[in-house]
């Protein structure tokens, strides 16, 4: 690995030096050397591509064959949930989790046989954990000379396990405490992560005690994990989760903060407050001391790094209670950020804010991309951050700085009693958004024209509402607006379908879809979901809102949440705006100019075999299928899913994985698939073949979470 590194680091000198080498201009991280995949993402810059491994081409692809199917419903319920897990290759076996206990197993490359599995015994704050079936994967690392598999669980506990056995590392880590563990191989995260909180100190100065079996006591919290920690020069580095941002129940929390272990022994070597404590940066950003009681900011996306830089890369999301806050005025640093976290000590080398005070539930849902770009004739180390919205960011990966210029805009303002919006929004000029529909909203330009009458009609629905783009909050029940909702849009990608890029040309793929709505309005309430009977905010927080909320009329503790009052409305059963289900783009990121834009996957019937559609070329809506792509040698391999949609299938009514051209996205070849794709996929060099393993699975269907492997006959 130490030459591997140092031959790296030789080729991106000379990329710096001579530029009129275009062969030269890029290196790719590392990660997919001699046809490993030991990243989540493939490499440790997240690009879910291996662009050197050629063996497959456009000329053979037809020909693929199953060589495999691992199927994942031997370990729990639910497992079509929970094939959110991209393998990982090294040295001819595959190590993945399944399940919603996370079990982690190791995976024979050539044959699929299960080598072994480790399954962490179940303790009460497991049970409690709501990100069960969220598990992304593990991560890998070479500890003394021998591999390491590192994972962190529902419950929020970091285990090494030997890659050859499965079983916990000897001498790593501490005993819990949990009589069902072992006593070595594990680190109990919470009481690291809450040792200098002050909620928690004040727990134990009167006379509180940390069960290890419970976790964090409910009436202060509760923490887990969703994605794997990533390995950077010998430091483990530990994301955290908490409630989903749609499902939150109180605004007090313990902060999600980052924390750094040694890869060898399991000791905490740093911790970053994701909310600044008094004398750090962006505390000010915490309008009335809402960092006192505010919690979450959770990095449930994965994680990015650049070894050589000494660099890792992390996003967060906003804290507790997205839809309002009221309770936490301000920015919020570093909520809805893109962080970059020196590892050897945790310190913020820099930063970036994607969205201020975040309430729409904008959380960035997928690792930053890492690329060498070259832009102006200058070699550019790079950092790619796609997000829901449909806002592309571009940051030199080394300083922070943006690419191209971004710009903070105006935007919509919350007109409910005591809540808080930001002034202004980021905007990047540069490249595009993914759907140019989030900029202004629903213009002309946007409005369904299947035919004259249905514009028509569309129109007069819409004059009816205020019209926006991106970040629209919600208005009051009752309102005393001339109109009837405010709309708003989005165009970007989720959690479901990750983008990808080639460091070999620094053109990023991301699939798209568009959504306009009504948001809820918010109206009265006494803080409480009667719907689940769980309290929406404790009451201390509802005392806490009053307490910090500026002057209003209004007294704050009168609002929360409330519940949809209209969608909205429809024009004969289509959407008021040109609906777009789903969409691949391409860009050149080296000049930050859209490439192509094309439709993914079959109209659904309702809009094909509409009466009033009868004639009419209704492709461009693309279909409800979340498009999945892998770069991989000279190809763009891609499916869809149908997890809450449809696959694409061939004429024999099976799914197809999809071999298209880079430069235009054209399909070049298909092969058959028995189940349809999930998430994402991945591809390795074993024994002199080369793989590509679909992460698969259809709740529709009926079929379970498995893993499909397929290769040249």
């Given at each position: 690995m130490q030459k591997l590194t140092l031959l790296s680091a030789f080729i991106r000198y000379l990329a710096l030096v001579s530029l009129c080498f275009p062969l030269l201009a890029y290196a790719q991280l590392t990660g997919v050397e001699d046809g490993a995949w030991r990243y989540l993402g493939g490499d440790a810059g997240h690009t879910r591509a291996s662009p050197h491994l050629k063996q497959i081409t456009a000329a053979n692809f037809s020909d693929l064959q199953v060589a495999w199917i691992w199927r994942g419903d031997n370990f729990g319920a639910n497992v079509e949930y929970t094939s959110r897990s991209t393998p990982i290759h090294v040295d001819g076996i595959l190590y993945t989790v399944v399940g919603q206990r996370r079990q982690v197993v190791a995976i024979d490359a050539a044959t699929g046989e299960t080598r072994w599995t480790f399954r962490e015994p179940e303790t009460m704050r497991y049970l409690r954990s709501p990100r069960t079936d969220f598990g992304k994967g593990v991560a890998y690392a070479e500890v003394d000379g021998r591999g390491v598999i590192f994972v962190t669980s529902p419950a929020y506990f970091l285990w090494a396990l030997d890659a050859r056995s499965g079983r916990p590392l000897e001498n790593w880590g501490a005993p819990t405490g949990v009589a069902e563990f072992s006593d070595t191989g594990v680190v109990d995260l919470i009481p690291d992560l809450v040792g200098d909180w002050q909620r928690w100190i004040d727990f134990l100065a009167s006379g509180g005690e940390y069960d290890p079996d419970h976790g964090i006591p409910q009436q202060l919290g509760m923490v887990t994990a969703s994605s794997p920690p990533i390995v950077v020069n010998g430091v483990v580095v530990v994301l955290v989760g908490h409630e989903p941002s749609y499902d939150q129940t109180r605004?007090?929390?313990?902060?999600?903060?980052?924390?750094?272990?040694?890869?060898?022994?399991?000791?905490?070597?740093?911790?970053?407050?994701?909310?600044?404590?008094?004398?750090?940066?962006?505390?000010?950003?915490?309008?009335?001391?809402?960092?006192?009681?505010?919690g979450d900011m959770s990095s449930w996306a994965p994680a990015a790094a650049d070894p050589e830089l000494g660099l890792v890369y992390i996003v967060t999301n906003a804290s507790t209670v997205q839809s309002y806050t009221g309770h936490r005025p301000g920015h919020n640093l570093f909520g809805g950020s893109v962080l970059a976290?020196?590892?050897?000590?945790?310190?913020?080398?820099?930063?970036?804010?994607?969205?201020?005070?975040?309430?729409?539930?904008?959380?960035?849902?997928?690792?930053?991309?890492?690329?060498?770009?070259?832009?102006?004739?200058?070699?550019?180390?790079?950092?790619?951050?796609?997000?829901?919205?449909?806002?592309?960011?571009?940051?030199?990966?080394?300083?922070?700085?943006?690419?191209?210029?971004?710009?903070?805009?105006?935007?919509?303002?919350?007109?409910?009693?005591?809540?808080?919006?930001?002034?202004?929004?980021?905007?990047?000029?540069?490249?595009?958004?993914?759907?140019?529909?989030?900029?202004?909203?629903?213009?002309?330009?946007?409005?369904?024209?299947?035919?004259?009458?249905?514009?028509?009609?569309?129109?007069?629905?819409?004059?009816?509402?205020?019209?926006?783009?991106?970040?629209?909050?919600?208005?009051?029940?009752?309102?005393?607006?001339?109109?009837?909702?405010?709309v708003g849009c989005v165009g970007g990608l989720n959690i479901y379908h990750p983008p990808v890029a080639d460091p070999t040309t620094g053109i990023m793929y991301a699939s798209h879809r568009r959504g306009c709505s009504a948001p809820s309005f918010m109206e009265p309430t006494n803080g409480v979901d009667e719907e689940r009977g769980l309290p929406g905010l404790s009451e201390e927080a509802w005392r806490g809102r009053e307490r910090h909320t500026p002057t209003t009329g209004t007294t704050v503790a009168e609002w929360a949440p409330g519940r949809s009052r209209e969608f909205l409305p429809q024009v004969e059963r289509l959407p008021v705006y040109k609906p777009l289900l789903q969409g691949l783009a391409a860009y050149n990121m080296n000049s930050g100019e859209k490439l192509w834009d094309i439709p993914i996957g079959e109209t659904p019937a309702n809009i094909k075999e509409h009466p009033l559609l009868q004639g009419i070329d209704t492709s461009a809506t693309g279909g409800s299928g979340h498009s999945i792509q892998m770069v991989m040698g000279d190809l763009l391999v891609q499916t869809t899913e149908d997890l809450r949609g449809e696959a694409e299938l061939n004429a024999n009514g099976m799914p197809v994985l999809n071999a298209r051209d880079k430069q235009t996205g054209e399909i070049l070849a298909s092969a058959e698939i028995p189940i349809p794709g999930q998430y994402g996929m991945m591809t390795y060099l074993h024994n002199g073949v080369q793989y590509i393993v679909v992460q698969s699975g259809s709740v529709r269907r009926g079929q379970p979470g498995a893993l499909v492997a397929l290769r040249l006959p």
């Open positions: 605004i007090e929390n313990v902060p999600g903060d980052i924390m750094g272990y040694a890869a060898s022994t399991g000791e905490q070597l740093w911790k970053f407050h994701v909310i600044p404590r008094p004398g750090e940066f962006g505390h000010e950003t915490w309008e009335n001391d809402a960092w006192q009681y505010s976290l020196d590892v050897a000590t945790g310190e913020r080398r820099w930063h970036f804010q994607i969205h201020h005070s975040e309430q729409w539930n904008y959380d960035i849902p997928t690792a930053p991309i890492l690329v060498d770009l070259t832009v102006n004739g200058e070699l550019v180390p790079a950092l790619i951050q796609n997000t829901k919205q449909g806002l592309v960011f571009a940051f030199n990966r080394a300083t922070g700085q943006p690419i191209w210029p971004i710009e903070e805009r105006p935007v919509m303002q919350t007109q409910v009693p005591g809540n808080y919006t930001a002034a202004t929004q980021p905007f990047p000029t540069r490249p595009e958004p993914l759907d140019r529909i989030v900029i202004d909203g629903i213009t002309d330009e946007f409005i369904i024209d299947y035919t004259p009458e249905l514009k028509a009609q569309a129109q007069e629905i819409l004059s009816e509402f205020r019209l926006g783009g991106l970040y629209v909050p919600p208005l009051p029940y009752p309102h005393n607006n001339p109109y009837r909702n405010v």
